[in-house]
């Protein structure tokens, strides 16, 4: 199964989780609270997205860091939120389709310092927060194979060294292997003393294992899938369930396994 690679790609799977994003927020209770982020209502969530959008349009299209956008909509009634975001997520989607990939731009984690950092970038970020908006309706997301393995190698790839440089050191004392079932992906960790795990495509013997869907990975990683029975984890500083999702496998060290995922490993 083939990641999505092309710039126009995300540019698109933007644009279509965006929508479904909108459409969902026209018929959600807008006062619930969301589990993987306590602090916020999904009113909240809403908002925060919509401004994401925004400030990521406004760095596309200056090519330069800019300061947080802090919009909201002209009512809290869902139509009206939805209505909001709707033009937020399509001001973005127009930058993004009129920029060049290859131009220099500015990104908050210093690699690929081109425009195409940003729709992977947004489509990702997208997909997660419709995640959450979809746990507070008590709804499953389907997240597409493919693009969660991408998701992970985002995180691997991307947030890992940004929460190291943050003072988030991943709890990390043995290699670590995680392999995706369902597209056939494997990335093997490896602890650093001095930095951040380094990361090889390759499996390693006698490395601890994490095996099981694409998805459920994904949403381990970001802190969106709980053990069975339990609540969803939610912000970096809360410690990750000492077991994993129905869906997931740890084989070995499962102590190790475990503080590594209770790790502050994305914002």
């Not at 969530?45 to 919009?71: C, F, K, P, Y």
């Not at 294992?209 to 939610?234: N, T």
């Amino acid at each position: 199964m083939s990641l999505p690679t092309r710039t126009s790609d995300f540019v698109e799977e933007h644009a279509a989780v965006a929508e479904r994003f909108a459409i969902a927020v026209a018929s959600c209770d807008l006062s619930v609270p969301v589990p993987a982020c306590p602090r916020w209502s999904t009113y909240d969530l809403v908002v925060h997205l919509g401004n994401v959008h925004a400030w990521a349009a406004t760095i596309v299209e200056t090519g330069s860091r800019a300061a947080e956008q802090n919009d909201a909509p002209s009512s809290r009634r869902p139509r009206v939120v939805a209505e909001w975001y709707a033009g937020k997520a399509e001001d973005l989607h127009e930058v993004l389709r009129a920029a060049d990939p290859a131009r220099p731009c500015w990104n908050f984690a210093g690699v690929d310092l081109t425009t195409r950092f940003w729709p992977r970038r947004q489509t990702h970020e997208t997909w997660m927060h419709l995640v959450d908006l979809d746990q507070a309706a008590r709804r499953t997301t389907e997240l597409p194979p493919a693009l969660s393995t991408d998701g992970i190698a985002e995180v691997l790839e991307v947030f890992l060294p940004r929460m190291h440089a943050r003072g988030y050191a991943a709890d990390l004392t043995a290699p670590l292997t995680i392999r995706t079932l369902d597209t056939d992906h494997v990335w093997t960790l490896q602890p650093r003393a001095d930095g951040p795990p380094l990361i090889a495509v390759r499996t390693e013997p006698g490395a601890d294992l994490v095996e099981g869907a694409a998805a459920d990975i994904w949403q381990l990683l970001w802190k969106r899938a709980a053990a069975p029975g339990s609540p969803v984890v939610g912000t970096q500083r809360r410690a990750a369930p000492p077991l994993p999702p129905a869906a997931v496998t740890y084989v070995g060290n499962t102590d190790r396994i475990a503080a590594f995922f209770a790790s502050a490993l994305t914002p």
